[in-house]
């Protein structure tokens, strides 16, 4: 018997994510602990019309126009494919070289839809998110944590990337000088 836990990352996890991750199942008693990394594909439709919604009104009124025609797609999917696969072998490799048995794969789902379904599958006992931080999402409490909260029946701890647990505890200090 494995004690499952699933991991949502939203990019690659630094050393410092995977060990401070292992180090939460330090002496769990259930048996061995098994990491299902997910990792959302990015929406190259999305990413391309965010691209052209951050251009200013002068850039656009004095560029010539873009037509979507003139973007080729299929170039941006792969781009995201290959962003997202990088992200998840990466993530991977150090939570291996931390010690710990992972596995992942890339999910096109809305992102907290596959983390409930993997939960399930895979009879998961506590699950993870690693974002950035996401200040008016979580004031909303419509980010990824308070979502999955409401929607899988397990416990679900949010953790900055690439923060040390005495940085996210605030004061302050980290990444995100909050």
Do not use: N
């Not at 690659?12 to 061995?32: I, M």
């Not at 072998?89 to 596995?103: F, I, P, Q, S, Y």
């Not at 506590?126 to 409490?141: C, D, G, K, S, Y």
């Amino acid at each position: 018997m494995t004690y499952d836990v699933v991991l949502l990352v939203e990019r690659a996890l630094s050393a410092t994510d995977a060990e401070q991750v292992r180090s939460l199942h330090e002496g769990v008693e259930e048996g061995p602990v098994h990491y299902h990394v997910l990792v959302p594909l990015e929406d190259a439709a999305a990413r391309i019309e965010s691209a052209l919604g951050s251009l200013s009104a002068g850039e656009v009124m004095s560029s010539p126009a873009m037509a979507m025609s003139d973007v080729d797609l299929d170039a941006v999917r792969k781009d995201c494919r290959d962003r997202s696969q990088h992200d998840l072998d990466r993530t991977l490799e150090v939570l291996h070289a931390a010690g710990a048995t992972a596995e992942g794969r890339i999910v096109s789902d809305p992102p907290i839809d596959a983390l409930s379904a993997v939960v399930t599958e895979v009879d998961g006992r506590e699950a993870i998110i690693l974002t950035r931080p996401h200040v008016v999402a979580e004031f909303f409490h419509v980010d990824w944590t308070s979502r999955a909260r409401r929607k899988i029946g397990v416990p679900v701890l949010h953790l900055l990337e690439h923060e040390t647990f005495d940085e996210q505890a605030g004061g302050g200090e980290g990444v995100s000088g909050f």
